[in-house]
C-alpha cells in the first residue's frame, strides 16, 4: 500500500518557525511534506522556502485558494492578533489546523473555531506543548491518583527577561495583536493550572509596567480562587535583568506537594507525598527532560499526534477550540480585575476592555 504523505503548509516565518524547523528536520518518519511556506515579508519566505525546498507564496489567501485541495494541514505561526481570522478561513476554505498558542484573542473567537471546525469535519488544535511534557503529564496522573489529598494552594511564578528591543517590533505587548506577560509568557503555566485544577472561580489582578514600555503589562501580580476551594497565585514579569529567573508551578496539597520548574515546566525539581508507591516515585524521577530552549520538546508530540490524526480520518485534537476559550476567558478574567481594581468571578464569556482590540 502506498504511504500516504502529510502535505503541510505553513504561515508565518519568524521565531517560532525556527523551532518547526528544528522539530521536523529531526522527525524519524518521512511522512510528511512541507510543500507550501507563507511570510508577508519576502525574504522570510524566501528563506524558509530554501530550508524547507518548498514553494513559496507572500499572501495567506492566495495561498488557500493556491493550494486549494492541495494540503492536509496548515499550521499558524504568525503574529497571535491574526491567529483567529487566519485559522478561520483556513477552515471556510476546508484546512485542517494546527495554531500557535494563543488561538484567539477573544475567548469568544475559540467558540466560532469550534462551531466552524466541528461543522465543516476539520481538525483544529492548539499548540500549549507544555501539556505534553512528562513533568506536566506525572502532577496531572499523580493529581487524578489523589495524591495530594485537598489541593490548597497552586502558584505560577515566571520571572524572566525581555529587553525593550523585544517589545519595540510591531506586534509584541501590543493589546490587539498579543497582551503583555500574562497572555504572552505566562499562558502556558497558566493553561498548565487551569487544566489541571480549574475552574479557577474568582481573581483578583495587580497589573504594571516596572521596566519596560508596551501598551500591556510587563509585571502581574494575582490572586486566584479555585472552585475546588484551593487557593493560588499568579506573580509574572519580563522585567528581571538581566536574564530569565525563574518560571515555576508550585502545588501544595493536604498531602503532598510537588515543585515543577525548568525554563519550560520540563523538571520536577522538589517534591513530597505521604503515601507512594516505588512506582510513583520512579516515575517521578523519570519526568525530566533536558530541554535546549523555553519551547521545551513537546513541538515534536504535538506534530506527531497532528500527523497520525490527519492521516486516521480522525477530525480531533486534544488541545481543542473549546479548551483554547476556557484559557482565554482566565486570562480575560484576569486582565478585567485590573481594569476593574476588584475581584472578578470567572463566568462565561468575561471581556476585558483592552485585550484583543
Ligand atoms: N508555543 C510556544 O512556546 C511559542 C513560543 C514562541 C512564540 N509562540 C507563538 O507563535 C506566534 C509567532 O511568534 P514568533 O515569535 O515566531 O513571531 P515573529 O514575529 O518572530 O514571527 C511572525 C511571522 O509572521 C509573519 N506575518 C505577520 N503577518 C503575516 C501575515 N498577515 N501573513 C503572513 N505572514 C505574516 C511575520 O512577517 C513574521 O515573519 C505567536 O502567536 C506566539 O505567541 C509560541
Known sequence: MKKK?????????????????????????NDFKVHVVCDKE???????????KS??????????????????????LTPSGLHFEQSMLALKNNFNVLCEKPATMLASDALKIEQLSKRKNLMFGIAFQ????KSVITLKK???????GKILLVNVRLLWSRNQSYYNDKWHGRWRLDGGVTNQQAIHHIDVARWIFGPVSEV??????QINKLQAEDTNNS????KSGATGSIQVTTAVRPSDLIASLEVIGEKGFIVLGGVALNKIENFYFKDISKIEKKMIE?????????????HSKIIDIAIKNIKNNKKSFPISATDGYATANLIHSLYKSDERKKWVKVTNNVKSSRLGR
Open 142 to 148: 499523580l493529581y487524578k491518583k489523589n495524591k495530594f
Open 130 to 133: 507544555n501539556r505534553f511534557n
Open 223 to 226: 490572586i486566584i480562587k479555585f
Open 286 to 298: 523519570e519526568s525530566n527532560e533536558k530541554v535546549e530552549n523555553g519551547y521545551g520538546n513537546s
Open 5 to 29: 504523505i502529510i502535505n503541510i503548509g505553513i504561515v508565518g516565518c519568524g521565531r517560532v518557525f525556527d523551532h518547526y524547523v528544528k522539530i521536523f528536520n529531526r522527525r524519524k518518519s
Open 42 to 52: 519576502k525574504k522570510r519566505a524566501d528563506r524558509a522556502a530554501r530550508i524547507f
Open 55 to 76: 514553494q513559496k507564496i507572500y499572501n495567506f489567501s492566495l495561498m488557500l485558494k493556491k493550494f486549494q485541495n492541495k494540503l492536509d494541514l496548515i499550521i499558524i
Open 204 to 209: 483578583n489582578s495587580m497589573m504594571t509596567n
